[in-house]
């Protein structure tokens, strides 16, 4: 089971961190991914840690601002997003992956749970 939380509203160039906190299997050896999906738009998948804590980027235009990381002693995996866009307007998933890394291509991802979204609104 996954949670994520921490959304709220936030101001252009500002940053902001949310959380996954993960429950009911053995976290430190699974991906984690994180999707978002804006108004209208599809869910995207946007970056990914593996069980080593490597970050892998789906979406240039998080690279640079966006980083993920784990503190398996807490079962949590936190998105630190830097330099927050409105474009960056969207609900955030967290997704578990049964893989212990970061596939390229989704059809592999191995995703077989979501966390409930957190709304991340990017406004003045």
């Known amino acids: 089971q996954l949670q994520a939380s921490g959304g709220g509203l936030v101001q252009p160039g500002g940053s902001h961190v949310l959380s996954c906190a993960a429950s009911?299997?053995?976290?430190?050896?699974?991906?984690i991914y994180w999707f978002r999906q804006a108004p209208g738009k599809e869910r995207e998948r946007i970056l990914c840690i593996n069980r080593n804590g490597d970050n892998t980027y789906y979406r240039d235009s998080v690279k640079g601002r966006f980083t993920i990381s784990r503190d398996n002693a807490k079962n949590t995996v936190y998105l630190q997003m830097n330099n927050l866009k409105p474009e960056d307007t969207a609900v955030y998933y967290c997704?578990?992956?049964?893989?212990?890394?970061?596939?390229?291509?989704?059809?592999?991802?191995?995703?077989?749970?979501w966390g409930r979204g957190t709304q991340v609104t990017v406004s003045s």
């Open positions: 997704a578990l992956s049964d893989r212990s890394y970061c596939s390229l291509n989704l059809k592999y991802a191995g995703i077989v749970g």
């Open positions: 009911g299997f053995t976290f430190e050896d699974v991906a």
